[in-house]
């Protein structure tokens, strides 16, 4: 929703200079932190979501954490 917003508020505001300018600086740090946080929080999230499809199966958390915390180690 904030990404239609963002464009938004770049189409009407293209003729105005200094607020385009600014725009279009505040959406490439946008992109580039969207780009960085996919990068760096996707695999934490998919361990994490592995983790909690594995739980079904009867077997304590914690014990799942230590598996994935050791695995990370090799």
């Known amino acids: 929703?904030?990404?239609?917003?963002?464009?938004?508020?770049?189409?009407?505001?293209?003729k105005i200079d200094p607020v385009r300018n600014w725009l279009l600086l505040l959406l490439?740090?946008?992109i580039g932190v969207s780009v960085w946080t996919l990068v760096y929080f996707a695999p934490n999230i998919i361990d994490f979501q592995k983790i909690a499809e594995s739980c079904t199966s009867g077997t304590?958390?914690?014990?799942?954490?230590?598996?994935?915390?050791?695995?990370?180690?090799?």
């Open 28 to 30: 490439a740090l946008h």
């Open 60 to 74: 304590p958390f914690p014990v799942y954490v230590v598996r994935l915390e050791s695995a990370k180690e090799r």
């Open 1 to 14: 929703m904030q990404e239609i917003t963002f464009l938004l508020a770049l189409i009407f505001c293209w």
